[in-house]
């Protein structure tokens, strides 16, 4: 699986393709058609508002975790998601990277309209350094990237400004340990017509 580097330290790579055709296809139309998806309403600012994209937490029973002031109870796994997490666990494992993934977050975005504010991905459940694989299938947008107030890459290594990683079809983005730490990634409204569906891998400390 071809594999680029996109920063060094914290570790950021982009790997494709993860499955191949067709099952990378047939897997997004499964999901897009037999998952349960939520527009919850969080609390964001002081004021509830309904989430702009469609989401299913799903995982194992006790793989709870609690944003924006809400708890979140997992879906149980269903079948599909939890081939495509054993095969990413290998794949990892594949690039020098042993790792267990007890949770997914899964995100619907109808068209380019919908979106992911800035934020990192450093709930207390889920430790201080975590790995995160995040599985992009469907409509090709990009995720956009920034360092935190008053962090740099280290020695230089990296681009100092925000950038673009662009997550095509069938493709496997992995956040290393420090990546949530130092920088924040948005997906934010872009005119790019087409359904995407992410599915973000993650283990959460019960």
């Not at 067709?22 to 058609?33: I, M, Q, S, Y």
């Not at 609390?43 to 975790?65: C, F």
């Not at 690039?95 to 899964?106: D, T």
């Not at 975590?130 to 230089?156: C, M, Q, T, W, Y």
């Amino acid at each position: 699986m071809p594999t680029e580097i996109l920063l060094p330290d914290p570790p950021l790579w982009l790997a494709a393709p993860l499955l191949g055709e067709p099952d990378a296809t047939g897997l997004f139309e499964t999901l897009d058609a037999e998952l349960p998806w939520q527009r919850p309403s969080l609390r964001l600012y002081g004021r509830e508002r309904r989430i702009p994209r469609s989401q299913v937490w799903m995982g194992d029973p006790e793989a709870s975790y609690r944003y924006s002031g809400r708890n979140f109870l997992p879906e149980p796994w269903h079948p599909a998601v939890a081939d495509l997490r054993d095969r990413v666990i290998d794949a990892l494992a594949a690039s020098g990277s042993a790792c267990h993934f007890n949770s997914v977050l899964l995100n619907r975005y109808a068209g380019g309209e919908e979106r992911m504010g800035w934020h990192s991905d450093d709930e207390p459940e889920l430790g201080p350094d975590p790995l995160i694989a995040a599985v992009s299938l469907g409509a090709e947008r990009p995720l956009r990237f920034r360092f935190k107030p008053g962090v740099a890459p280290s020695n230089d290594a990296g681009p100092t400004q925000p950038f673009n990683v662009w997550l095509p079809h069938d493709s496997l983005l992995v956040m290393g340990p420090g990546v949530q730490r130092r920088l924040q990634h948005a997906l934010l409204p872009r005119r790019i017509p087409g359904l995407r569906i992410s599915l973000t891998f993650r283990r959460v400390h019960c």
